[in-house]
Nanobody, 126 residues
């Protein structure tokens, strides 16, 4: 069982930045592919970004490409999402997820992940 805990959410102004963190409770963190998803009120869960456990390319949704960057620190068992140039439409609950699958478009699908965090709220004001 892997527990994931997000932090770093909050209120930001449009054009500002936030960095989300996702701490994993496992020493085998490096063997998991990781992803970020978000869900705004009244909308379906949306893929944001992901990376494979075994290296290779990262994957980023077109809506955040060039503004958001996903990264991981295996020594710290932590996943990050650096969010720059924030827009009001980025407002959502952001959740991290861990799974054993790899590749695209596999990692864009929520059902490709086995473990999920509770989420952290990001609110961007105009």
């Amino acid at each position: 069982q892997v527990q994931l805990e997000e932090s770093g959410g909050g209120l930001a102004q449009a054009g500002g930045s936030l960095r989300l963190s996702c701490a994993a409770s496992t020493r085998t963190f490096s063997t998991y592919s990781m992803g970020w998803f978000r869900q705004a009120p009244g909308k379906q869960r949306e893929f944001v970004a992901a990376l494979n456990w075994n290296g290779g390319p990262t994957y980023t949704a077109d809506s955040v490409k060039g503004r958001f960057t996903i990264s991981r620190d295996n020594a710290e068992n932590t996943l990050y999402l650096q969010m720059n140039s924030l827009k009001p439409e980025d407002t959502a609950v952001y959740s991290c997820a861990a799974g054993l699958l790899v590749g695209w478009p596999t990692l864009s699908r929520p059902n490709s992940y086995k473990y999920w965090g509770q989420g952290t709220q990001v609110t961007v004001s105009s």
